[in-house]
């Protein structure tokens, strides 16, 4: 700041001066005090200069709307939206989000460090405020191929760039917990210029959570109950209750909450689809659900506002407050959340649901062509198993997380595996599309419901390798080879034949349409899925599929290298 600026900034304060937008009549939350106070609200350039009584030059009366700060979304995956960061901006800035902690692990485990810069260059595309962090986990695990290598080195350039606010979700667990040099000299960069580090750390309890929380990892966004929630805010660790498109944690972990550690919790999506903002909206659902769930409504905005701003250090906003970003909403209530206004850095960005700004979208050319498969056939997708009980990946309710499983299955002459159309057991085959490996894993999946064609997705967390289902290899082997073709997306074959599809040529990550035309494919993809490959009614076909390649969540998964117990740690074979 100027020093010409901070003296009109006081002088608008004290009212010598008019300000430069006057929100009158305001209700306005005080979420330091946790109460409402009643008056206008002096925005002086892109600052709130004071609440009190104004006079501005543009003048907006608010009619006894409530004021409130501005949403931040304290972990997302902008990639895991499918759209891109300029359009994800224009979806969820009318739901009252001014700033979200974006993650981009997803595009780095393809692209790497230029993946981050594109990231970083088309959020400058939005209104809505983008907080890099530094993906700590590429790839996640050493359990897989990815796309690219950030050591502890190649973390150093980018943290020193001034882009950066953190260092994304610590994933490998394991390795810090075990000591490992890899994961302690990430760490200690981290340490080195002074940044907040996201965690990540599903059913770690006791000494070994104490051990993870010696390293002063900061959040935890995995917890799925309230033990898992008091044992990490009892060590220091903010717990960020997520609500998104696949995992819906805030509901049960609410129970949790007391007026003395709501402090230390804050709101995520993780992972939000077009279809999910649409309908339900962005952190504007989260407090619904909170204040119908018998929250505070000002807790619950502190939740959504202040208590992010403190977790990241981010001391400019997440509150209305003299010297703070005029990052506001104005709402009709505190029971709806709908936002009627919305303003970021004093502009006003969004009115009635609709984004006001035009979209300027970044050049994706940097992130095209990301895909290098070597000598990829049918044959590869053959099965041999050596033992009439195998292994078997089965889906739990919700998508991501699976249990181990055994079953006694059908074999051929070659003890090859046979689809048999009685029973729910169908391959799945991860192929590696970043390094010319050659590798295809397959192994068994249950409770996907298929019993037609296949489905292939290049969307496979968190290498993103391509991820394969279906009833028979050669519509398996189709889907793959298609996929490839259309540079990356989602492909769904019968018979021979796509059937429907939606290119992602960001990295085989994400469109360059916009949000509804996403939301419509995806529908039709999953109404076909349903209808015609006879996917269970039960299971998200696209989000439960990309996620059974993650080897960081339990408790078996499938990676281009092989079986993966998540429990042990280690590969295991098909055979039981």
Not at 42 to 61: F, P, Q, S, W
Request: aromatic letters at 4%.
């Amino acid at each position: 700041m100027e020093k010409q600026q901070l003296k009109k900034l006081i002088d608008v304060a004290a009212g010598r001066v008019p300000a430069d937008i006057v929100l009158k009549n305001c209700k306005v939350v005080d979420v330091y005090n946790g109460c409402i106070v009643e008056g206008d609200i002096a925005i002086c350039e892109d600052l709130i200069a004071g609440v009190g009584t104004y006079e501005g030059i543009r003048v907006i009366d608010a009619r006894g709307q409530y004021a409130a700060p501005g949403y931040i979304d304290s972990h997302i995956h902008i990639e895991s939206s499918y759209v891109s960061p300029e359009e994800l901006g224009r979806l969820i800035v009318p739901h009252g989000t001014t700033t979200i902690i974006a993650d981009p692990h997803e595009i780095a485990n393809v692209c790497g460090l230029r993946g981050i810069d594109y990231m970083i260059e088309a959020s400058k595309g939005t209104a809505l405020d983008i907080q890099m962090m530094l993906p700590s986990c590429v790839p996640a695990t050493p359990f897989e191929h990815s796309g690219a290598v950030i050591d502890a080195e190649a973390m150093k350039a980018p943290i020193a760039s001034g882009n950066i606010l953190g260092v994304g979700e610590f994933m490998n667990f394991p390795g810090l917990i075990g000591g490992h040099d890899e994961a302690l000299d990430k760490i200690m960069v981290a340490k080195e210029y002074g940044k907040v580090i996201d965690g990540h750390s599903p059913g770690v309890f006791g000494n070994a959570l104490n051990a993870y929380a010696a390293a002063r990892i900061h959040t935890d966004h995995e917890c799925d109950t309230v033990e898992e929630m008091h044992e990490r805010i009892a060590r220091g660790i903010y717990v960020l209750l997520r609500q998104g498109s696949a995992c819906h944690n805030l509901r049960p972990l609410i129970k949790g909450l007391t007026p003395q550690n709501s402090r230390r919790c804050l709101l995520c999506a993780d992972d939000c689809q077009p279809k999910t903002i649409l309908s339900e909206g962005h952190l504007d659902n989260h407090l619904r659900i909170c204040v119908e769930e018998g929250i505070d409504p000002i807790i619950a905005l502190q939740m959504a506002s202040l208590n992010a701003a403190e977790c990241f250090g981010l001391d400019d906003r997440g509150a209305i407050a003299p010297g703070l970003r005029a990052d506001i909403v104005l709402l009709d209530n505190l029971k709806d959340f709908n936002a009627g206004r919305v303003f970021i850095a004093g502009q006003e960005v969004a009115e009635g649901g609709h984004y006001a700004l035009p979209i300027e979208k970044h050049d994706i050319a940097t992130t095209k062509g990301s895909f290098h498969v070597k000598d990829f056939s049918v044959e590869k997708l053959r099965l041999p198993i050596h033992s009439e009980k195998a292994h078997l990946i089965n889906i739990l309710p919700g998508g991501v997380v699976t249990s181990k499983q055994v079953a006694t299955i059908k074999r051929d002459a070659n003890n090859e595996f046979v689809y048999d159309s009685e029973v729910d057991i169908v391959k799945v085959a991860v192929v590696e599309r970043h390094q010319n490996t050659g590798n295809v894993a397959v192994a068994l999946l249950k409770g996907y419901g298929i019993t037609e064609g296949a489905v292939a997705l290049s969307v496979a967390h968190d290498s993103h390798n391509i991820i394969v289902v279906g009833v028979n290899d050669e519509d398996m082997a189709c889907a793959v080879e298609e996929l490839i073709k259309q540079d990356g997306g989602i492909i769904l074959v019968n018979k021979g034949e796509v059937i429907e599809s939606m290119p992602m040529p960001i990295g085989g990550l994400m469109s360059d349409q916009s949000g509804e035309w996403v939301d419509e494919k995806l529908t039709r993809i999953h109404k076909i899925a349903h209808e015609v490959l006879h996917i269970s009614e039960d299971v998200e076909p696209v989000m439960t599929l990309c996620f059974m390649s993650l080897a960081v969540i339990p408790e078996i998964k499938l990676t281009d290298m092989g079986l993966f117990d998540v429990k042990q740690f280690a590969f295991i074979p098909i055979e039981a």
